[in-house]
């Protein structure tokens, strides 16, 4: 075994974590181990998924391509076996590797066990499951098929795992990969004691929630409801129940680094797969450009090489990830990964970091196709959101003046030359990733994804499948 001088790297994520309360210093959020995380890493404030869904997210963060070039480019479409991964080459850097928690790259069916072997992508630890949303019944798979019941709320079983890896130290460096469902619904499956902490009357809701503004709705469209059972305002009290509900297992994985004596030579990794619209701007779910499904948290700690205490206002994006962490780890970064290293940015040398991030969603359907969402293309900088459809510009705001971005912007006189430059920084990012801006259902005839789409639309909508020949 190689000694351990190279750092270890625990990653943290939630499903469906925004960053709108848990970096908002006023928010009532009770979260005391993601502020001691904050007070002893670096922040980065304009952290975005650029795909904002799981699969498609998850499979940049672990392949460091945009969608159309790791082939993932909608929900339950698996991950090619053949991909280059953070999982692959750390394991191929002789580092001791796992997963615990949501996988959500292994395609159809939902429940299906992902065996040993390439599915897994260089991880060898593993307490799986690909896709499952119920939080106080739920299971998971380790290296046979069968399926092993989770006593208890799952994030809290799951940490346990996740600290028996830990403690397992030896001489080898380790890499942890730690998944957690929540935040994302069903919102009421978090234990009562949480939820009584956000029981207070006066609890204040954002600006635009419930708003339904008609100049969100797309160029030539308008924007469907969904009919939902969850009451909004039992909801929301239930997603910041969560959110401190993972708080507490995110300290316990902070003390296990104390206790261990590892937490010097750990870089320690805590944000988000995607955000939630939550009834901000009346919508809800992913799949959507605005802020509260697009921007996440991001917070990385390593002792003596990460500022302690730090705000960085660059614009990380998932796709970066990878790309960015595999230097720490004394990794070279392959020549396919599309996302920027900033590694630098990451260390606190560069403060400038990256100026724009680029947004997508290349293929409608599953609930964006419910709520009459076409596909888009956007642009993120420090300031400003833009993003257009297949057929005009859609959605322009003004971050720093209009954070809940309230007054969309877009063919406003006066903002002609900002939205020609935000244009061609777009056309930049689409040009980088060779992105044509196709129908979705081209781009899935184009990649050879139909076989894989039909199972994929039989397993999710049985009683109105869209089937591709």
């Known amino acids: 075994m190689m000694p351990n001088t190279r750092p270890n790297l625990l990653f943290v994520f939630a499903d469906q974590l925004r960053a709108r309360e848990i970096d908002d210093p006023l928010s009532p959020l009770i979260t005391p181990a ?120 799952e994030p809290a079983y799951q940490t346990d795992i996740a600290e028996e890896f830990i403690e397992a130290d030896g001489d080898q460096p380790w890499s942890l990969f730690v998944s957690w469902g929540p935040p ?15 029981d207070a009357p006066d609890l204040p809701y954002p600006a635009t929630w419930l708003c339904d503004d008609p100049s969100l709705h797309p160029p030539g469209g308008r924007l469907r409801s969904m009919n939902l059972p969850w009451d909004p305002e039992s909801s929301y009290r239930q997603y910041l129940a969560a959110i401190t509900a993972l708080d507490d297992q995110l300290s316990r994985l902070l003390l296990a680094l104390d206790r261990t004596g590892q937490a010097s030579r750990t870089i320690v990794v805590y944000t988000s797969d995607h955000g939630d619209m939550l009834w901000n701007h009346g919508r809800m779910f992913k799949q959507q450009p605005w802020d509260e499904a697009v921007r996440i948290p991001f917070v990385i700690r390593w002792p003596g090489q990460v500022p302690a205490g ?72 420090k300031r400003h959101t833009y993003i257009r459809t297949r057929t005009a510009p859609w959605l322009l705001y003004d971050n720093l003046a209009d954070p809940d971005q309230c007054h969309n912007l877009v063919g406003q006189p006066g903002t002609e030359l900002l ?51």
């Not at 998850?58 to 076996?81: K, S």
Request: charged share 20%.
């Open 184 to 198: 994302h619904d069903p919102y009421p499956q978090v234990p009562s004691h949480y939820q009584r902490m956000y």
């Open 310 to 381: 730090a705000e960085h206002d660059g614009c990380l994006s998932i796709a970066d990830l990878t790309p960015s962490l595999l230097p720490l780890l004394g990794i070279d970064v392959p020549a396919g990964m599309e996302g920027t290293n900033c590694s630098a940015a990451l260390c606190g040398h560069d403060r400038v970091g990256p100026e724009s991030a680029f947004l997508l969603e290349p293929v409608s359907c599953d609930q964006s196709y419910d709520m009459a969402i076409p596909e888009w293309r956007g642009v993120r900088t």
């Open 34 to 153: 993601y502020q001691r995380l904050c007070a002893e890493g670096q922040r980065f404030g304009n952290m975005v998924a650029n795909c904002p869904v799981c699969t498609p997210s998850r499979a940049m963060l672990l392949t460091g391509q945009y969608p159309l070039a790791n082939r993932v480019v909608a929900n339950d479409l698996p991950l090619p076996e053949d991909s280059v991964t953070i999982g692959r080459l750390l394991a191929d850097a002789g580092y001791r590797t796992g997963y615990v928690g949501k996988w959500h790259l292994d395609g159809s069916p939902r429940d299906g066990f992902t065996p040993p072997g390439p599915r897994r992508h260089g991880f060898d630890t593993w307490a799986v499951h690909n896709c499952i949303h119920n939080y106080l019944h739920s299971a998971y798979y380790g290296d046979t098929p069968d399926l092993q019941p989770i006593p208890g709320y």
């Open 419 to 469: 939205q020609a430059a935000l244009e061609s920084e777009l056309a930049g990012f689409m040009g980088h990733t060779g992105d044509m801006f196709e129908p979705g259902e081209r781009i899935v005839r184009r990649l050879g994804l139909c076989e894989l789409w039909n199972k994929r639309e039989q397993e999710l909508h049985p009683r109105a499948p869209r089937l591709l020949e």
